[in-house]
Structures are given as structure tokens and as C-alpha cells.
């Protein structure tokens, strides 16, 4: 890891679109997704549901978190076939310092990374790039026979935290109200939609991103400050709004035993002190009941989201923090016995079967291709990812759930969720279940279990012995996969001088050294840091350390600096503008978007 991480830099609308269009026209892919994982939906079978009231063509989607923060995160997961985005936390604090690594996927899943990396200015213009790269796909004519012609609709879900002095500043506010009405981000934007982008330049964008928030409470948020913020969002903003949940509400004793003992996880130490800091059970009864006649009153809606991850000990010390957060396999556990605990003590308020209210149950917790449909037949809208996205394959794990999903529903016979489900239920309660979650949590923590137990978990990535070179390696493309922010790419070696099929070379403005990358390759090294780091602003290259190379608005290399890499400087940059300057090349379209924009930036002495 580097001494001080870098800031996310996120790319222009400019610059994406003209890698979209360079690596179609070079890969036929899209941000280094190839059109194997483009989700295109069944005719015959309707994925979608309501979420709050609006439309979405499939269930899933990513959580709030690394797979929601830049544009083409979200571009990667609609492809996959995301319609439902979570959107990543915004707080009032956006200058965090956040320790590395930060993201700890060797087993289960551990992270200590909890809000935007971005400024809150930065994550308005990031969403209105998304939604606006979304519109212009949807109508994109060389992949419609990838995702369809209908793709469905999608929904943003904005998400802030964590109290209400944050949350009812101006800063925060603005983001939110942008966020409503986000005409004047996209106008600013408009200037970058040239060459064959320019037919959408004066399209008229959907201004409004959003009107629904989940609101992230953390850990050890009081139950008043929670009611204060949730009715806030209702009143000052009209919004409809989700409260997530902590596991916490389960009890020290019972999450201990689940994850201690049922699920034999020994090594993993749950901070007791953090149950005691949380909202308690009755009184999370008593709130989400008030908050939803509150909302029900002022004609919103009111949702709940199980759940936030769990607080444990760093007991790996892979990570720097004394406390991290646990995710994956465990937690699945956890959150779908808090839905069942909250349905009996809930009856007829939450919107799933056997229950049948108006509460409508987001999730968030170890969501597979596995266990997928038995999650959806619980009834949670929707199921959101990021544990499993954060594993070899990245975004591309997706299309193979929505296959599965829809081949549960087609095989049972059915054409729809909703009928689905019914029947679902009835099963469950022909089998002396009193829904489906109660039903899915008998096998997980019945006969299912070894899909969650620490046995089922405690492989390790595969590891050769060999040190990781700049250039040369196993190939395994790894590194492009699990990366959140798809940082890296490849390009087929020149194979007479060059060894390994494929080089892997990082784009750094896009890496925030999260070290996932490290856990998953094969070699001993990690590397954000020991592959050619490409960065394309002189500013950032002249400021930061370790080994880099600056390419100008053609993609030459114009500098280089090694600092101890395995390569001699002049050969290494031969070989990088090698690579780039053979027929896939590199992936950003860099003379086109410095043209874009010079064309929005108004000339010195004229009035803006």
C-alpha cells in the first residue's frame, strides 16, 4: 500500500463515453464487461417488482457501498442487470481518512470502509453521469441485442447518514436536492456529449434521480435520533424512506451463538459493547410501527433494510482499525433470523408472505446465485449485493443469478414474482412453516447450513509460488474482476518479447488501494502497485509517489518513475507505450474528452 492513499478521481462523462465506444469498438465490451454477462430478461417471465411504489424490472441490484460510488459502477451493474441502486452513503464528512486496506474478502467478509470516498458535489455529478449513461445505453443500438430493446425500468435509491445535524446541513441538503432535480448538473454536462455521442446533447435527460432514501443509522445511533432524521426526510424533502437496520437487534447472546457457535466462526470476536449502544428490540417494534403510520399519514412511504453489517473485533489485524464490519455468508444468517423474529413480532405490518402488510423489507446481507431465490421467495424488495460482487468475477455475477431466478420461476411454472411467491408461500405453509423466511431460516440453520458454517468458508484464494512482476503473470484476470472501481485492464502481450498472454496495466485515478485486488491474486505481491499505473493528469502524477507513467492527450507515455520496480525505466516505458499503441489499446478515448472538455470550459475573458 501506498503511505498516503490517493483521492478517487473520477473520469468525465466525456472520457467514459469515449471508452465505452473505444472498448466496444476494440473488446466488444463495456468497462471491461464482456457481453457473456450482459443481462438480457426473458420475455415470458417478469422479474419485476415495486419498490416504494416504483417500477424495477429486476430485483436485485448493488448495496450501498464500493459497487454504487462512480458511474461506471453503476453502468456495470445495470449491465449485469441491476435495477435497483443503492447508492453509496453521502455524509456531511467528505474529506475521510479511511485506513488500508480497507476491504477484506479472503473467507467471508470484513471491511472498515463505511461512507463516499468523494466529495458530496462530486457524488451528485457521479449519480446524474450514471443516470444520464443510462439513458443514452438504453437507446445505444450496438447492444441492444445484448440487454434488449426494453431493458426495464431502473430506480436510484439515494442513501445519507448518519445523524441529523449532518443530514439537515446545507451541504447535505443540496446533495439531496440535487438529487431531486438534477437539471442543472446535467445541463453542465451536456457540452461532453460530441462526436457520435452528439445526437443525445440536447435529449431531454430525466432530471429526477430520485425520491426514495435509505437512511443509514451505523451502529450506536439512538432510537430519537433515528425518528428525528426519518421524519425530517419525510417532511423537508418528501421523500419515501427505508431505515436500515442493525443485526445488533438480535441480542449479543443470540448473534454469538449464531455466528460463535451454530456457524463454528470461533475466531470471530463480536463486540459486545456495540449491542448495548444500538437501538434494543422492543424498541425498535415500537419505532418502526410509528414511523410507518408517520409516513402512511403524509402519504409516503416507510421501509425497512436488514441489515447494516456486524461489529466485530480486528482480530486478523489484516486491517489497520481496531473494529471492523463483517458481511457475507454469517450475516446472511443473522438478517434473515432478524426478518423472521420481526414478522412474528410484526404481524401483518411487513410487506412479505405470511405477514402480508405495507413495510416494505430492502436486504442487504450474503446474497448468492444460491440463495437468491429463496431470498426473494421471503419477500424481500430487493435483494441487494456486495460481498458477493467483491469475489472473482465482479459484476459479472450477476446475470448468472438473474438465470437462476428465472429459471426457478419458469421451472415451477409460474411467469411472475408475484405468483411465484404466493405459491412459495403456500408450500411453506403446507410444509408447517409460517412463511417462507421462516421456512429458508430452518435450512440455513438446519440441513443448509454448510453453505454458511465456517467450513463452507474457510477456503483460501488459490496462491502460486512466484513473485508478482510488472510485467508477466498467470493471466487470471483477476484483478480487472474484483475490482469495485474497474481500475485495470488488459491487453493481449506481443507474444515474442513479452511473457504471459496477458498484461494488466491500472488505471490510478480510479484505485483507492481497497485491497481486494491483493487478496485475489494468485502471486505474492499486490497489484495496485507493482503493475504499470497510468495516470492522465499531469497534476496528480507530478503530486503522488511510486511507480507511474503519464500519458498525454494521444496516450504516449510523456514521464515514468519506477522507485524500485522490476524493470529498467527506459525499457518499462517502451513496453507500456508498446502495449497502448497496439490495436486494442488503451481504453479511454483521452485527445476526445480533453477536446470536450476545452468545449465546456469557456475561454478566458468571456462570461461563463
Not at 438529487?179 to 446533447?201: C, H, K, V, Y
Not at 410507518?292 to 466485530?312: E, P, Q, S, W
Not at 405468483?419 to 440455513?444: L, N, P
Request: net charge negative; aromatic share 6%.
Amino acid at each position: 500500500m501506498a503511505d498516503a492513499t490517493p483521492p478517487l478521481t473520477p473520469l468525465s462523462l466525456g472520457m467514459l463515453l469515449g471508452r465505452i465506444e473505444h472498448e466496444w469498438a476494440t473488446r466488444k465490451k463495456i468497462f471491461d464487461l464482456p457481453t457473456a454477462r450482459f443481462w438480457a430478461p426473458d420475455p415470458e417471465i417478469d422479474l419485476g417488482f415495486d419498490f416504494l411504489g416504483r417500477r424495477c424490472a429486476t430485483p436485485i441490484g448493488p448495496a450501498a457501498g464500493p459497487h454504487s460510488q462512480l458511474a461506471e459502477n453503476i453502468v456495470l451493474s445495470w449491465l449485469g442487470g441491476s435495477r435497483l441502486f443503492e447508492l453509496k452513503t453521502v455524509q456531511i464528512i467528505d474529506d475521510l481518512e479511511i485506513a488500508r486496506p480497507c476491504i477484506d474478502m479472503q473467507t467471508i467478509g470484513y471491511n472498515i470502509e463505511w461512507s463516499q470516498e468523494l466529495t458530496v458535489p462530486q457524488s451528485l455529478t457521479e449519480y446524474t453521469k450514471a443516470s444520464m449513461l443510462l439513458e443514452i445505453l438504453r437507446e445505444w443500438e450496438p447492444i441492444q441485442e445484448f440487454v434488449s430493446a426494453d431493458p426495464g425500468p431502473h430506480v436510484f435509491d439515494m442513501s445519507v447518514g448518519y445523524d441529523l445535524a449532518g443530514i439537515s446541513s446545507e451541504k447535505v441538503s443540496s446533495f439531496i436536492r440535487g438529487m431531486r432535480n438534477a437539471g442543472a448538473e446535467i445541463d453542465a454536462l451536456r457540452p461532453e456529449l460530441t462526436g457520435s455521442w452528439a445526437r443525445f446533447a440536447d435529449r431531454d435527460f430525466n432530471t429526477a434521480l430520485s425520491d426514495t432514501l435509505t437512511l443509514s443509522t451505523f451502529h450506536g445511533c439512538p432510537p430519537e435520533e433515528i425518528e428525528s432524521i426519518t421524519k425530517h426526510l419525510i417532511d423537508e424533502h418528501e421523500l419515501d424512506v427505508i431505515v436500515k437496520l442493525n443485526p445488533t437487534l438480535l441480542g449479543y447472546e443470540t448473534v454469538a451463538g449464531i455466528v460463535n457457535d451454530e456457524l463454528g466462526y470461533t475466531d470471530v470476536s463480536v463486540k459486545e459493547s456495540a449491542f448495548a449502544e444500538d437501538l434494543q428490540f422492543e424498541r425498535g417494534i415500537e419505532l418502526i410501527g410509528e414511523l410507518n403510520d408517520y409516513a402512511k399519514a403524509r402519504g409516503r412511504r416507510f421501509g425497512i433494510k436488514l441489515t447494516n453489517t456486524l461489529v466485530v473485533d480486528n482480530q486478523k489485524q489484516w486491517m489497520p482499525d481496531e473494529t471492523m464490519y463483517l458481511s457475507g455468508a454469517p450475516l446472511h444468517v443473522l438478517a434473515m433470523t432478524l426478518l423472521d423474529t420481526l414478522s412474528t413480532a410484526l404481524p401483518g405490518q411487513l410487506d412479505v408472505p405470511g405477514s402480508d402488510g405495507d413495510i416494505m423489507v430492502s436486504f442487504s446481507a450474503g446474497i448468492t446465485k444460491d440463495n437468491l431465490a429463496d431470498s426473494i421467495a421471503a419477500g424481500v424488495n430487493p435483494a441487494t449485493v456486495c460481498s458477493d460482487l467483491l469475489k472473482p468475477g465482479g459484476y459479472g455475477r450477476l446475470k448468472p443469478m438473474l438465470k437462476a431466478l428465472t429459471t426457478e420461476i419458469s421451472e415451477s411454472g409460474h411467469t411472475d414474482l408475484i405468483t411465484w411467491k404466493a405459491d412459495r408461500q403456500a408450500q411453506a405453509a403446507a410444509a408447517g412453516f409460517s412463511s417462507t423466511a421462516a421456512q429458508h431460516v430452518a435450512d440455513i440453520r438446519g440441513e443448509g447450513i454448510e453453505a454458511y458454517h465456517l467450513r463452507g468458508n474457510e477456503k483460501l484464494p488459490r496462491a502460486v509460488d512466484h513473485e508478482l512482476e510488472m510485467f508477466g503473470c498467470v493471466a487470471c484476470n483477476f484483478c480487472v474482476t474484483v475490482c469495485p472501481n474497474d481500475a485495470f485492464f488488459s491487453i493481449k502481450s506481443p507474444q515474442d518479447h513479452i511473457e504471459g498472454r496477458q498484461q494488466y496495466l491500472l488505471l490510478t485515478e480510479l484505485c483507492n488501494e481497497c485491497g481486494n485486488c491483493m487478496t485475489f491474486c494468485p502471486e505474492d505481491g499486490d497489484p495496485a502497485q507493482i503493475k504499470p499505473r497510468l495516470y492522465t493528469e499531469p497534476s496528480l502524477f507530478a503530486g503522488r509517489t511510486g511507480q507511474g507513467f503519464l500519458l498525454d492527450d494521444a496516450g504516449v507515455v510523456i514521464g515514468s518513475r519506477l522507485d524500485g520496480a522490476q524493470a529498467d525505466g527506459a525499457e518499462a516505458s517502451a513496453l507500456v507505450q508498446e502495449l497502448l499503441s497496439g490495436e486494442a489499446g488503451l481504453p479511454l478515448a483521452l485527445a476526445a474528452a480533453a477536446a470536450a472538455g476545452a468545449e465546456a470550459t469557456p475561454e478566458a475573458g468571456t462570461d461563463a
